[in-house]
């Protein structure tokens, strides 16, 4: 079991930063590769950045190239996404999500929800125009 608990939601104001944390406990943090999910109201639950094991490997969605950055430190058992230059479209409740990855190598990353195990509570982010 991972449990993972999520932290800096918040609201800002359009062109503002903030910057979500994830922190896992339970088992080898290194093990799991790590998605950031995020669900707005009516809307499915899409992917917005993953990172592998290693850290070594991210993915972005589109909608968040260039201005969401996903980080782990492994030796905190944190998973980090920092977000800048924020748009109202960015509201919505972001998880994040682990999947045991010692099987596929500590380079892979996964971009579908159904992959991922293990889920926090979500944190609420907010973006005003």
């Known amino acids: 079991q991972v449990q993972l608990v999520e932290s800096g939601g918040g609201l800002v104001q359009a062109g503002g930063s903030l910057r979500l944390s994830c922190a896992a406990s339970?088992?080898?943090?290194?093990?799991?590769?790590m998605g950031w999910f995020r669900q707005a109201p009516g809307k499915e639950r899409e992917l917005a950045a993953a990172?592998?094991?290693?850290?070594?490997?991210?993915y972005y969605a589109d909608s968040v190239k260039g201005r969401f950055t996903v980080s782990r430190d492994n030796a905190k058992n944190t998973v980090y996404l920092q977000m800048n230059s924020l748009k109202p479209e960015d509201t919505a409740v972001y998880y994040c999500?682990?999947?045991?990855?010692?099987?596929?190598?500590?380079?892979?990353?996964?971009?579908?929800?159904?992959?991922?195990?293990?889920w926090g509570q979500g944190t609420q982010v907010t973006v005003s125009s």
């Open positions: 990172i592998s094991r290693s850290g070594s490997s991210t």
């Open positions: 999500a682990a999947k045991l990855g010692i099987y596929n190598g500590a380079t892979a990353y996964y971009r579908s929800a159904s992959q991922y195990s293990y």
């Open positions: 339970g088992r080898t943090f290194s093990d799991y590769a």
